[in-house]
Structures are given as C-alpha cells and as structure tokens.
C-alpha cells in the first residue's frame, strides 16, 4: 500500500473516530446540562427521579418530559404540574435546540433566568402559575423565534422592557396577575403578530399607546385592573368585546360606553401621560419604559437633520404599514371561506391545513416518530381491539379519498390548527364527516394512539357524535376519523341571531337541546358498561352538533386520548377566552367532572340568553329571577317563565366558582327531569 493509500485511510479513520468521539462528547454534555436542571428544578429528588446519571443517553425516553429530535438534541421540556419546588436554573440556557419549555403549574421560585434568552429557537415559553420573582429580564426580547410568552400568575415585579417589542414573531403575551408597574412601553405596538396581549391585574400606570392600539393583527387586550390614565385610542373601539379595560378609573374616551368623555388633557395629574400630546413637559423623575424617549432628545432645540430622519422613518412606517394592509387583503381576497359547519373558519386543502401545523406555535409538531408511523399495522393490534373490531372500523385510503373526492376544497367544512373536516359520501350512500389529523399532532407514543382510538370507538350514545371509523396513511402522514354527518350544523349558529338567516329555536327545542347535552355528558362521566368514565374536556357551543330533528349530539369526545399533550393544551386556550374553562384550571392545570359541570352551565345561560357571551347581567337575572335580564328576547315572551327560572338557578349552581358547590351530573340530570316532563 502506498504512502498516498495509507494516508486516506488513516484520514478516513480519524474522521469516524472524531464524529463517534463528538457524538459522544455530545451526548455526555447534554447529560451533565440536564442533570444540573435536574438538581435546581427539584431539589428534593421527587418528581425527575427518572433523570438518571446512569443513563447513557437521556433521549431514548427514559427522562420523563424530555424529547428530542433524531440527532439527539432536546426539543422539549414538557413539566407542567409535576409539582416542582426549585429554582429555573440558567443551564437552561445551554440547551441551543430548545423550542418548546413548559414549567407551568408548578410551585417554582425565584427569577427568570436572562440566559433563557440564549434559546433562539425557542417558540413556546410557559412558566406562568408559580412564584417566580423579580424583574422580567430584557434579555428576552433577544428571541427571534418566540411565538407564545406566558409568565402570569407569578410575583414579577419591575416594569415590562420596551425590548420586547423586538419579538417580531410573538403572538401571544400574559402578564396577568404579576406586581408589574411603570407604563406600558409603546414599543409593544412593533409586534406584528400580536393577536392576544393581557395585562391585567397589575400595578401599570399612564396611558395606552396609540401605537399598540393600532397593531395590525391584535384581537384581545386586556388591562383591567392597573391604574392607567388617559385618553383611550379610538382603534380599540374595533376589538369590541375583546377590549377589557374595567376599573381604570383614570380612563377616558369616546365611543365606550362605560368610559366619561375626557375633559382638557384627560391625564390623570398624578400620572401623567409619558408622552401624550397633554403633557407639557416631561416628569423630572425616571421616564416611563412607554416613553420611548431618547436622552438627548430633551432639549427644545432640535437639530433640523434629526427633523428630517424622523420624517423619513415615519414615511417608511407607513408605507411598510400600507404594504402589510394590503398583503394581509390579498390572502383575505384568496380564501374561500368554509361552510357553516365551523363559521370562524377560512377553507383550507389539508396540504394547507398541515403546514399550518407545521408552523404553528406547538414545539412537538417537528418531532418525528420513532420507526416511522404505522399505529395500524396489523402486528400492532391489541390494547381492546379484537381482529374482528379492527376490521369493521377500519376505513382504506381509497374510500377516504373517493369519499371527499380527493379532499376537495368544496368538501371542506371547517379547519383548525391540526386538523381539517371534510363532508364525505361513502359508497353506500351515507353521508359522513372526516376529520384530518396530521401525524404530528398525535399521540407520539404508538400503543398510547391505538388505546385511545379503542376509547372512541366504545362511545355509544345517541347524544355523544358516533365515529363510524378510521384510517391512517403512513404515505400521508394523517389520521382519518370518519364520524355521522350531522346536517344542522353547531349551537354556535344559533347565538347570537340578528334573524333571517338562522332559525331562532323554539322554548321547547332549548330545553330538549339542554336536557339532551345533560344526557350526553352523564353517559361520559357514567361508567356504564364497557365504557371507562371520561372527563370531555372541551365542552363548548362548538362542539354541539345538532342533527335533523334538532337533537343535540356532543362531538370531539375522548379527542384528546389521540392528541399530543401540548395540542390538548392549545385547544383550551379558546374554551378559556370564551369562558368555558373553569377557574380552577388557572391554579391546578387539570380539568375534572366538574370542569365539564362549568362549562356545561356556561351553556345553559348561551341558549336561554341566544348570545356567546355571558354578561354580569346575565348572571344577576338568573340569581334574582328576573327573566327578561337573561332570556332570549327573540322569543317574544313565548317560554315558560318558572322553568326559565329554574334553568337559570341550575346554570348559576354549575357555574359556581368554587367547584365543591358546582353539582354532579346526575344531580343535574334530576333537576332536569323533575323540570322538563318530555322532550
């Protein structure tokens, strides 16, 4: 062998040596990083006892929480209620691949960590409902790839850093329930992406920045309880109901019908505006974060050169504003939108509907499963199914695809963030709904997929939506299940009718409606034959399909058996804006019988009312028995009033805040029966 020859092969060689020697060095770093979480995060040993120095590689499973991607890099730290004592530590930080870190619900303490802001690809940052401390760390606005913040419910204290004005792609930011004070930096009103910001339950003073008011994409803003001042910006006038602004005394404006109309500045003397067009001068104390007031710029005198910058920079703002208008238009003008089957919907192919998933703020959606995705494989039967159960549910491809012609836009009845409905016809003639779930926003592990697939087809009852079958394609990498279809769409349509469109629904069809939901729920918290018992979870107007004789049937149920954790997770974050999610579930993270209680009587009050929202008038009809404060003035006074009484007491009972005085179902279902003789 040549000199030339032995040279490549020693190369070679040292090459593998050096990749078996990183990957190893590697595995060995991530190891000892994790191990120091460990000993911070619970310093007692209790819940992450998994966490083994022993172990050899901490992604093959056996670290409860963690996930990883196929070249062994942490993705995820999923430790919401465990129970956690200790302290988030800045180890943390050294995981680079991090998207996804879940510590809610626990009872950390301490501060945030600024090296969290070394997580660049981090999307998902939840550490709300602890006892964190001290000041939110302006390093954080150093995270381009940030989606969600949560950090309510804690004891942070100090003002919010106008620095996080730099996350560009955030959509979602709580503050709620924390000892923050200062202003509200106006530079929040440089997100974008922002749909949702809340507040509330704060010490936050001066003013509402005209610049946040008039952000692009922003839904829901919520600033109750802090002590702002000031002038509100008529833009907020179009979030309507998702503009929460109570007990602000020092507000004023016009066009809200709570808010006085302002008189000369509308500042609050004592708080000042930080840079309102009222205030003549700036405070001779430290200028509020909001101010976004540079040091030099205090001098009367400015420089006709800065004049002209700031001129141009406010040119391009407003170009580069038209030009957001406009693009955001086009794709409005694009959509077609879906039938009334989900009226909060833009149609979307379930090619769309993935890479929405794939994009979306879920960190587990790039996460692939171990040996490919096959939960149907004929090898794999088990967990309750009998060969012959397996057969008469099982659905091919072809008929899924023929069924839907081929997933048609026309077919399409609705999408969310995993998943889209199509309407189907079966060769036999039925007419079906297939619901698409892309592989990624189910259950990873394979055995825990089939278990809950066994629970969804052991539903049987003639108010809980019947699943028909399943399939799942490998090649496409979804999940098919193939449900009766349902011609009347959901209980959502029926609230809030202006008339004409929809049919204002009968007294008798109401209570049948109520009664029939009452059933439905009693069956999934009844351990009745074979059927384990069986918390919904997601109850909502939604999720009430109302078939052709107007019968209520519950749909979704035992949906998350089949979902991924952190999808189960964001599909509670709209029960809670709609205000179905029980109170409790803020301080325990858990939904029980009794969650499904609450949002069950959230729902009486929608139909004897016909609106979504739930009014403190609402509530103060039905608790004096005041009729016309809490039913549906569409029917013209054609109801029953002692059974709109009594419905409206059963609705106060299991909407109570505390869930040992909400009833049980079957004591529900007593009181509706003593109430509602027939259907």
Same mark, same amino acid.
Not at 206 to 212: T, Y
Not at 250 to 260: A, D, E, H, M, Q
Not at 300 to 313: C, E, F, K, N, W
């Given at each position: 062998?040549?000199?030339?020859?032995?040279?490549?092969?020693?190369?070679?060689?040292?090459?593998?040596?050096?990749?078996?020697?990183?990957?190893?060095?590697?595995?060995?770093?991530?190891?000892?990083?994790?191990?120091?979480?460990?000993?911070?995060?619970?310093?007692?040993?209790?819940?992450?006892?998994?966490?083994?120095?022993?172990?050899?590689?901490?992604?093959?499973?056996?670290?409860?929480?963690?996930?990883?991607?196929?070249?062994?890099?942490?993705?995820?730290?999923?430790?919401?209620?465990?129970? $956690? /004592? +200790?302290? =988030? #530590?800045?180890?943390? *930080?050294? &995981? !680079?691949?991090? @998207?996804? %870190?879940?510590?809610?619900?626990?009872?950390?303490?301490?501060?945030?960590?600024?090296?969290?802001?070394?997580?660049?690809?981090?999307?998902?940052?939840?550490?709300?409902?602890?006892?964190?401390?001290?000041?939110?760390?302006?390093?954080?606005?150093?995270?381009?790839?940030?989606?969600?913040?949560?950090?309510?419910?804690?004891? $942070? /204290? +100090?003002? =919010? #850093?106008?620095?996080? *004005?730099? &996350? !560009?792609?955030? @959509?979602? %930011?709580?503050?709620?329930?924390?000892?923050?004070?200062?202003?509200?930096?106006?530079?929040?009103?440089?997100?974008?992406?922002?749909?949702?910001?809340?507040?509330?339950?704060?010490?936050?003073?001066?003013?509402?920045?005209?610049?946040?008011?008039?952000?692009?994409?922003?839904?829901?803003?919520?600033?109750?309880?802090?002590? $702002?001042? +000031?002038?509100? #910006?008529?833009?907020?006038?179009? &979030?309507?109901?998702?503009?929460?602004?109570?007990?602000?005394?020092?507000?004023?404006?016009?066009?809200?019908?709570?808010?006085?109309?302002?008189?000369?500045?509308?500042?609050?003397?004592?708080?000042?505006?930080?840079?309102?067009?009222?205030?003549?001068?700036?405070?001779?104390?430290?200028?509020?974060?909001?101010?976004?007031?540079?040091?030099?710029?205090?001098?009367?005198?400015?420089?006709?050169?800065?004049?002209?910058?700031?001129?141009?920079?406010?040119?391009?703002?407003?170009?580069?504003?038209?030009?957001?208008?406009?693009?955001?238009?086009?794709?409005?003008?694009?959509?077609?939108?879906?039938?009334?089957?989900?009226?909060?919907?833009?149609?979307?192919?379930?090619?769309?509907?993935?890479?929405?998933?794939?994009?979306?703020?879920?960190?587990?959606?790039?996460?692939?499963?171990?040996?490919?995705?096959?939960?149907?494989?004929?090898?794999?039967?088990?967990?309750?199914?009998?060969?012959?159960?397996?057969?008469?549910?099982?659905?091919?491809?072809?008929?899924?695809?023929?069924?839907?012609?081929?997933?048609?836009?026309?077919?399409?009845?609705?999408?969310?963030?995993?998943?889209?409905?199509?309407?189907?016809?079966?060769?036999?003639?039925?007419?079906?709904?297939?619901?698409?779930?892309?592989?990624?926003?189910?259950?990873?592990?394979?055995?825990?997929?089939?278990?809950?697939?066994?629970?969804?087809?052991?539903?049987?009852?003639?108010?809980?939506?019947?699943?028909?079958?399943?399939?799942?394609?490998?090649?496409?990498?979804?999940?098919?299940?193939?449900?009766?279809?349902?011609?009347?769409?959901?209980?959502?349509?029926?609230?809030?009718?202006?008339?004409?469109?929809?049919?204002?629904?009968?007294?008798?069809?109401?209570?049948?409606?109520?009664?029939?939901?009452?059933?439905?729920?009693?069956?999934?918290?009844?351990?009745?034959?074979?059927?384990?018992?069986?918390?919904?979870?997601?109850?909502?107007?939604?999720?009430?399909?109302?078939?052709?004789?107007?019968?209520?049937?519950?749909?979704?149920?035992?949906?998350?058996?089949?979902?991924?954790?952190?999808?189960?997770?964001?599909?509670?974050?709209?029960?809670?804006?709609?205000?179905?999610?029980?109170?409790?579930?803020?301080?325990?993270?858990?939904?029980?019988?009794?969650?499904?209680?609450?949002?069950?009587?959230?729902?009486?009050?929608?139909?004897?009312?016909?609106?979504?929202?739930?009014?403190?008038?609402?509530?103060?009809?039905?608790?004096?028995?005041?009729?016309?404060?809490?039913?549906?003035?569409?029917?013209?006074?054609?109801?029953?009033?002692?059974?709109?009484?009594?419905?409206?007491?059963?609705?106060?009972?299991?909407?109570?805040?505390?869930?040992?005085?909400?009833?049980?179902?079957?004591?529900?279902?007593?009181?509706?029966?003593?109430?509602?003789?027939?259907?």
């Amino acid at each position: 062998m040549g000199f030339t020859s032995f040279s490549t092969v020693f190369s070679f060689f040292t090459f593998l040596l050096f990749i078996t020697t990183a990957s190893a060095e590697t595995d060995s770093t991530t190891l000892s990083i994790l191990l120091s979480i460990k000993v911070s995060l619970d310093p007692s040993d209790h819940i992450l006892s998994s966490w083994s120095p022993n172990a050899t590689d901490p992604c093959n499973g056996s670290f409860v929480g963690i996930a990883c991607n196929g070249n062994g890099q942490v993705l995820n730290i999923s430790l919401q209620g465990k129970g $956690l /004592t +200790g302290k =988030i #530590p800045p180890e943390i *930080g050294q &995981l !680079k691949s991090l @998207s996804g %870190l879940y510590l809610h619900f626990n009872q950390l303490h301490g501060g945030v960590p600024k090296e969290i802001a070394n997580l660049t690809e981090l999307s998902d940052l939840y550490l709300n409902v602890n006892y964190l401390t001290g000041e939110i760390p302006p390093e954080l606005g150093n995270m381009p790839s940030l989606q969600v913040m949560q950090l309510c419910y804690n004891k $942070l /204290t +100090g003002s =919010i #850093p106008t620095q996080l *004005g730099f &996350l !560009k792609k955030l @959509s979602v %930011l709580a503050l709620q329930y924390n000892q923050l004070s200062g202003a509200i930096p106006a530079s929040l009103g440089d997100l974008v992406n922002l749909t949702r910001m809340d507040l509330s339950f704060n010490g936050l003073f001066g003013s509402i920045p005209v610049k946040l008011a008039n952000s692009p994409n922003l839904e829901f803003l919520d600033i109750r309880n802090n002590t $702002l001042s +000031g002038n509100v #910006p008529i833009a907020l006038k179009r &979030l309507n109901e998702g503009f929460q602004f109570a007990n602000n005394p020092g507000l004023c404006g016009i066009g809200f019908s709570t808010l006085n109309v302002c008189t000369g500045s509308g500042i609050n003397p004592n708080k000042p505006e930080p840079f309102g067009p009222g205030s003549s001068r700036l405070p001779s104390k430290a200028i509020p974060e909001s101010a976004n007031v540079q040091p030099n710029s205090l001098n009367q005198s400015r420089r006709p050169q800065t004049a002209i910058i700031v001129g141009l920079i406010g040119l391009f703002a407003v170009v580069a504003v038209i030009g957001v208008f406009t693009f955001f238009w086009y794709r409005r003008q694009k959509q077609k939108i879906g039938s009334t089957y989900d009226a909060s919907d833009s149609r979307l192919s379930t090619d769309q509907v993935k890479e929405v998933c794939r994009r979306s703020a879920s960190p587990l959606i790039s996460l692939e499963y171990s040996h490919g995705w096959d939960p149907l494989a004929r090898r794999q039967i088990g967990h309750g199914f009998s060969q012959e159960e397996f057969d008469s549910f099982m659905f091919n491809l072809d008929e899924v695809e023929s069924a839907t012609q081929y997933f048609s836009d026309t077919n399409l009845l609705g999408k969310s963030s995993f998943s889209a409905t199509y309407k189907g016809i079966l060769r036999d003639g039925s007419i079906v709904a297939i619901k698409c779930i892309s592989k990624t926003s189910c259950k990873s592990d394979e055995s825990e997929f089939l278990k809950g697939l066994n629970l969804l087809t052991s539903l049987k009852h003639e108010n809980v939506l019947r699943l028909r079958g399943f399939c799942c394609s490998k090649g496409r990498g979804e999940c098919f299940l193939i449900y009766d279809f349902v011609p009347n769409g959901n209980l959502l349509q029926y609230l809030d009718t202006k008339g004409g469109k929809v049919k204002v629904l009968e007294w008798s069809t109401r209570t049948s409606i109520i009664k029939g939901i009452a059933r439905g729920i009693e069956y999934l918290h009844g351990n009745q034959g074979k059927k384990p018992a069986l918390v919904h979870r997601n109850i909502s107007a939604e999720k009430v399909l109302i078939d052709q004789h107007y019968h209520p049937m519950l749909s979704d149920c035992g949906l998350h058996k089949l979902l991924a954790d952190d999808i189960v997770y964001s599909t509670l974050k709209g029960s809670a804006a709609m205000g179905y999610l029980a109170p409790e579930y803020t301080t325990t993270g858990r939904c029980t019988e009794k969650s499904d209680i609450y949002a069950f009587g959230m729902i009486i009050f929608q139909i004897l009312s016909g609106k979504c929202k739930i009014s403190q008038l609402n509530r103060q009809g039905a608790e004096l028995g005041r009729t016309e404060d809490f039913v549906d003035t569409n029917l013209e006074g054609d109801f029953r009033e002692s059974e709109a009484v009594k419905l409206g007491k059963i609705a106060l009972l299991c909407t109570h805040e505390a869930l040992n005085h909400r009833p049980t179902i079957e004591t529900v279902m007593q009181q509706l029966n003593e109430l509602i003789c027939s259907f």
